[in-house]
């Protein structure tokens, strides 16, 4: 097909809420670690990663190499059958899961792994009853999407009965208008009220995304989930860290491995969900949870496609380079680096109100004002397309559309750092 031919039978074929970037649709057609390419044959720099999901470069030459071996091989198993690439990667999670002896379900989706999550925190609890962030992202299902705290990704009849929304400690915009420390972080003690006023006291649990992704990388202090977590368990419920995104070093980590984000508040969850670069971009999602939170989801279940040899190899592959390569040192002082050349691009330019994100997981807030903090959407839409013109590709993200998001490869070096930010550099001098 021609690039006008692929355009055409997206634009005819599929549903519209499918929703792009671009004023003019992005082709991709090949890609090869940090880069991917056009129709045109244009070549850009990718600095979003997929969408947070190219965690070891795109094609990866060992992962390539597993999915082809398992595509010789065998292609499907359902859940039905047993399966070595199965049986390896779940040994793995294992492995580096936050306490010994915890159990894993694979899905194909970071949605179904959250949906797997609440589902074991009712089962676990017998109650019903969930506690999730205002402006967090957990999935396009119907459940999923009624525990996502942002009304545009809300589609359809969204709401259930059952989910509260507590404030996130957004400090950038603190819902209590109020400066951190000083707060003493009043957003997380606030949880307890919210759980005395709005359910019956006793709860199943509470979701929660350690950087909120699709709500703008936002990032809580150190002390936000240590004292949510209490009040949780205060309350007979159990902590879902949702790490779709925010899983296998992404955050970095200079002391240990770092696998999971929620490690950087020292908190140890009761479940964890992740998804995105698990594989390296195959379909794959993940419920890892203590054991008698596993245990106490009984009866019949079955996934048909969750778990497939093809993806489960290549995800053995991911976490095995990773591992090896201990990226998740690299995530720590690339990122380090990465942070300070984009603080050095807030200080030229006033439409940059914010800097925040940990590890390679960083975002800027623009705003039109500094001192107002008006959001700029405008801004950002015109800034990706300078991006894009320029070679680079960034996301987008937030409440109010205003922050551009920044997670590339975690095995990305300084130097296409150094590019990336020469290139972000002129974008934004062009929309100034």
Known sequence: MTKDEILLAHQENLFPAVFH???????????????????????????????????????????????????????????????????ALAKKVTSIAPAPGW??????????ANETAILAARCYTGSSEIIALRHAYHGRSSLAMAAT???????????QPGISFAHNAYCYRCPFGLTYPSCDVRCATDVKELIRTTTSGRIAGMIAEPIQGVGGFITPPKEYF????????????????????????????????????????????????SAKGLANGLPLGLTTARAEVADSVKGLTISTFGGGPIPAAAAKAVLDLIDE?????????????????????????????????????????????????????????????AARNSGILIGKGG??????????????????????????????????
């Not at 860290?241 to 969850?269: C, L």
Request: charged letters at 20%; one cysteine or more.
């Open 21 to 87: 970037y671009f004023s003019e649709p992005l082709v991709l057609t090949r890609a090869k670690d940090q880069f991917v390419w056009d129709a045109d044959g244009r070549q850009y720099l990718d600095f979003f990663g997929g969408i947070v999901t190219v965690s070891v470069g795109h094609c990866n030459d060992k992962v390539s190499a597993a999915i082809h071996a398992q595509a010789d091989t065998l292609v499907h198993s359902s859940t039905l059958f047993v399966n070595e690439p199965l049986a």
């Open 103 to 112: 159990k894993s379900f694979f899905t194909t989706s970071g949605t179904e």
């Open 149 to 159: 705290g942002q009304g545009s990704w809300r589609l359809g009849p969204a709401t």
């Open 226 to 273: 240590p004292i949510v977590a209490g009040i949780v368990r205060e309350h007979g419920g159990i902590f879902i860290s949702d790490e779709v995104q925010t899983a296998w070093g992404r955050t970095g980590s200079s002391v240990n491995k770092g696998w999971w984000g929620i490690e950087q508040w020292g908190v140890t969850p009761d479940i964890i969900t």
């Open 325 to 385: 390569e201990n990226l998740a040192a690299n995530a720590a002082s690339v990122g380090a680096y990465l942070r300070a050349g984009l603080e050095d691009l807030q200080k030229k330019y006033p439409l940059i109100g914010d800097v925040r994100g940990m590890g390679l997981m960083q975002a800027l807030e623009l705003v039109t004002d500094r001192q107002s903090k008006t959001p700029a959407p405008t801004e950002t839409a015109r800034l990706l397309e």
């Open 399 to 432: 409440l109010y559309g205003n922050v551009i998001r920044i997670s590339p490869p975690l095995n990305i070096r300084k130097s296409d750092v150094d590019e990336f930010i020469r290139l972000l550099d002129g974008s934004l001098a062009s929309i100034r």
